[in-house]
């Protein structure tokens, strides 16, 4: 369960708690991106397998950055933030976590970022839209619109980052996989593990989360449906999830 001086930490700081995990607590009053299913279902769902160093890009309030320090007792995390709201909510919580030691805030361009050693994973929930109007609120617009971060960005930063054998998560919409998967490829970036999720029994997928490397092999493929026909979480959800949820 959360510490009791993170409660207290919180309420003498004039900030509010959004969301309660079971080891961890999340204050997003900055962040244009609010806590949600999808950073959630990414952090639970990410390999953390001899994973040693670990550059969160887009990190928002530091909620998979948490998530992997939670999994990992050996990671070393950097959760790079452009927007300084957000870095502000994700240092907070991350110096109220047990992981302080291990998760560095870092306020800048990820394109202006540079690891003092190739990371074995690069994780990011990436911004969805390439077109259509952006948000009113200028937060909110920067951190779900790619003008802020485009997935090529992400994906040459990660071909020119990685470690051989390191790995690049995310998750996107369904629709725009194949585009991504292609302009992967295109740089030599390979799918090898891939998740399509289901917000409910008998609809076609909503979101997708797929694991590259450099290297080509037997791709991993799995199916998750998030909400059973009566609303609640399905099994399989539950099971992904157990060591966060309440």
Not at 31 to 42: H, I, S
Not at 87 to 100: E, G, I, K, T, Y
Not at 170 to 186: L, V
């Amino acid at each position: 369960m959360i510490r009791q001086n993170f409660v207290n930490f919180a309420a003498a700081m004039n900030r509010e708690i959004t969301f309660r995990f079971k080891q961890f607590a999340i204050s997003d009053s900055n962040c244009g991106m609010k806590t949600g299913t999808d950073g959630v279902t990414l952090g639970a769902w990410v390999s953390c397998r001899d994973v040693h160093s670990v550059i969160d890009v887009g990190a928002g309030s530091g909620l998979i950055s948490l998530m992997i320090a939670q999994r990992s007792p050996v990671a070393r995390i950097h959760a790079v933030e452009i927007d300084p709201g957000a870095a502000s909510d994700a240092r907070f919580n991350v110096d109220a976590s047990p992981w302080s030691r291990r998760i560095d805030v870092v306020n800048d361009d990820i394109s202006h970022y540079t690891p003092d050693t190739p990371p074995d994973l690069i994780v990011s929930n990436p911004p969805f839209f390439n077109t259509g109007e952006t948000s009113a609120d200028s937060c909110r617009a920067a951190a779900r619109h790619e003008s802020s971060l485009t997935c090529r960005t992400l994906l040459e930063y990660a071909c020119a980052n990685l470690a051989d054998t390191g790995r690049l998560a995310i998750i996107i919409p369904a629709e725009r996989s194949d585009e991504i998967i292609y302009n992967a490829e295109m740089i030599h970036l390979k799918v090898r593990r891939q998740c399509l999720l289901h917000s409910k029994p008998d609809q076609v997928p909503f979101r997708v989360m797929i694991e590259f490397m450099r290297h080509d092999g037997p791709i991993e493929l799995e199916d998750m449906t998030i909400r059973g026909h009566h609303g609640y979480y399905t099994p399989e959800f539950k099971k992904l999830t157990e060591n966060f949820y309440l």
